[in-house]
């Protein structure tokens, strides 16, 4: 099992191949700028979701597919991203991976720092994350059985395609 960040790559060059333009806002790389000012408190976590949200629907009014590779622990900050959108114009993405699943991937070893507790108000160790309650597309990982970032990425085309959104 690859991370939200492969899996966002992966729809991106599907979208590119469809003709469409994407741009893809990978948390990481948003708080090593735009956002570098702020922690990982609770109250920053939401202004990090709303800027990551305010950006998105710059680059949605200009035509572009943006792709947000990000983790949005409570469901009120993406709620309030949702409000951003014309109805229908924003895509909730949950990639449902248990917990131990993303300790035993952990390229970064950040679950290893949190569990040492050299990290505080880490998702999912000591910092809640609130499931969706109504998304559009759900990604399941579940122990194995393995699907690969570009399965992934044909789930949601065929999303976008089935409710129409990559017509001409």
């Known amino acids: 099992m690859k991370g939200k960040s492969t899996v966002a790559c992966a729809l991106s060059q ?3 191949m469809r003709g469409r333009l994407t741009y893809i806002l ?18 920053d976590r939401a202004e990090n979701i709303r800027r990551i949200a305010e ?12 792709i947000a590779s990000l983790i949005s622990p409570y469901r009120k900050d993406r709620d309030a991203c949702r409000a951003l959108f014309p109805e229908g114009d924003f895509i909730e993405v949950y990639m449902d991976v248990p917990l131990h ?30 499931p969706p309650l109504k998304c559009e597309i759900v990604l399941q990982q579940k122990g194995t059985d393995s699907v690969t970032p570009g399965e992934m990425a044909e789930t949601m085309i065929s999303y976008l395609e089935e409710k129409g959104y990559l017509q001409a």
């Not at 990978?26 to 109250?43: I, K, M, Y």
């Not at 950006?55 to 943006?66: E, N, P, S, T, Y």
């Not at 720092?113 to 160790?125: D, P």
């Open 26 to 43: 990978d948390g990481d790389n948003v708080r090593h700028g735009l956002n570098r000012d702020l922690s990982f408190e609770a109250e």
């Open 101 to 130: 699943v993303c300790e035993n991937r952990d390229p970064k070893g950040l679950y290893k720092l949190a569990r040492a507790g050299k990290i505080k108000g880490f998702t999912g160790v000591d910092d809640p994350y609130e």
């Open 55 to 66: 950006v998105a629907k710059l680059f949605a009014d200009a035509g572009i597919i943006c």
């Open 14 to 16: 599907g979208l590119h």
